[in-house]
């Protein structure tokens, strides 16, 4: 078995709150017809950033939005069922 820690993407310091949070709210979706994805839940990143005690709530806000529509363009763009948002990659891209 490879050892996860040289193969997988460095987490930057920086980003390491958003991951947290990120982890909590990545299925906290809102929903369409037919269960078409539309957008992730903003009211539940704000509730979890104040639970947690995020230090800055703006850019960790900016940090998920972006990183979920990333992830749901291009989810959709391979035409796929439902996006993976369990990858916290996306937090890794600078």
Same mark, same amino acid.
Do not use: H, Y
């Given at each position: 078995m490879p050892d996860c820690d040289t193969c997988r993407p460095k987490l930057l310091e920086e980003n390491f709150e958003t991951l947290q949070v990120w982890q909590l @709210?990545?299925?906290? @979706? +809102? @929903?369409?017809?037919?269960?078409?994805?539309?957008? #992730? $839940? #903003?009211? !539940? #990143?704000?509730d979890v950033? *104040? +639970? +947690?005690? @995020? %230090? =800055? %709530? *703006?850019?960790?806000?900016? $940090?998920?939005? $972006? !990183?979920?529509? #990333?992830? $749901?363009? %291009?989810e959709q763009e =391979?035409?796929?069922s439902q996006p993976d948002f369990a990858s916290p990659e996306i937090l890794m891209r600078k």
């Open positions: @709210v990545e299925n906290q @979706v +809102i @929903v369409g017809g037919m269960g078409t994805i539309i957008d #992730i $839940n #903003i009211p !539940a #990143i704000i950033m *104040k +639970i +947690i005690d @995020v %230090e =800055d %709530e *703006k850019q960790c806000l900016m $940090n998920i939005v $972006n !990183a979920f529509r #990333i992830l $749901n363009a %291009e =391979d035409d796929s």
